[in-house]
């Protein structure tokens, strides 16, 4: 098989790239070790950017999303009981918009399906060859045979445990990474949302956040150890220690039911640099993991895509290299951003183990100066709804 750019991972960062890169006439194969319904029943992300928002609609991914979606013009904070707003509408004049990974990746299919766009599931053994050339090509194994997939680029979206990230020589590849010792246990429960916004919960027993995916549908977490597993987190464990984090009011509001979705999630911020080697393109998990306290694995992921296509759309269209040649720099620019901001955020709102009073006065301290000062909130609002892509330089 020939085709312009072979894109190895079928999650919304290599399907959005196709989708784009076919808008503009440009061919690609979408090479996915997971079946569709594998792919389609992960649990992810539900809090988009404005910039990702604008994105989507962009490439006639909006209808549904805009039928669907929740808008949110702020967040809650809490810290010891006490809640205060940050207006992101009124600071940035932006808002973020609730709306489910799991759906995007049903809209991108369902876009590249209409346009018989190749995406090839259950794709086993990937390995990519001869990036360093300007002939790269991959191997893979499907239903027992092995194929071969010649391509002008290659670009890795298959996600932290994917194999382009390994293509690049370690003499080459610098990462970074810092592990929290503590965990996300997180459910989704067919009841209303405690509130039409989230709540971020600074507790002395550990962080909360109270998120949703639509009116009916709620998402929960509550920090818990390193090692903990959903087996020590039977449903009531669950209710009764969100209650005792949340703020009185919102606990009183909370509906329990159910769990339909449990799961643990560790906390890491990873980056891998660089983001290019040869004619291979890294994005999204692939090169970088972030807390999810700032929302950004997502946005930070179609950030990439929409960098690396428009550099290749260059290339084709102009017949210029200079975007693909700052593709990683720029990129990794925002990534450290958002990287920062992230950690930040997980900093100051959950309780890490042998922290003693000097560590929880000063968060309190924290977030006592920013549910006051306006110059404090508007920092966290432009990033929290997303900061601008950085322009390309020579």
Known sequence: MRTQVAIVGGGPSGL?????????GVDSVVLE?????????????GLLEQG?????????LGARLDRECLTHEGTFLSCEGRQFRIDFKALTG???????????????FDARDAANGVVIDEAQDVDIHDVESTAPWLTYRKDGQEYRVDADFVAGCDGFHGVSRTVIPSRLLQTY???YPFGWLGILSPTPPVSNELIYCQHERGFALCSMRNLTLSRYYVQCDADATVEDWPDDRFWDELRR???????????TGHSIEKSVAPLRSFVAEPMRFGRLFLAGDAAHIVPPTGAK???LAVSDIVMLSEALLEHYDEGSDAALDSYSSRALRRVWKAVRFSWWMTT??????????????VQAAELDYLSTSIAAQTVLAENYTGMPLDPVTP
């Not at 984090?245 to 509906?255: G, K, M, T």
């Not at 100051?348 to 006065?361: E, N």
């Open 297 to 299: 694995g997502l946005n």
């Open 16 to 24: 959005l790239l196709s989708h784009l890169l076919a808008r503009a």
């Open 52 to 60: 990702t928002v604008d994105v989507l609609r962009s490439c006639g």
């Open 348 to 361: 100051i709102l959950h309780r890490f183990p042998g922290d003693g009073g000097f560590a929880q006065r």
């Open 33 to 45: 070790q997971r079946t569709r319904e594998y792919v389609m029943g992960r649990v992810r992300a």
């Open 245 to 255: 984090r949340l703020p009185e009011a919102a606990a009183d509001r909370l509906v």
């Open 94 to 108: 932006k808002t973020v918009t609730i709306y489910g990974q799991t759906e995007i990746q049903k809209d991108l």
């Open 177 to 179: 990474e810092r592990v």
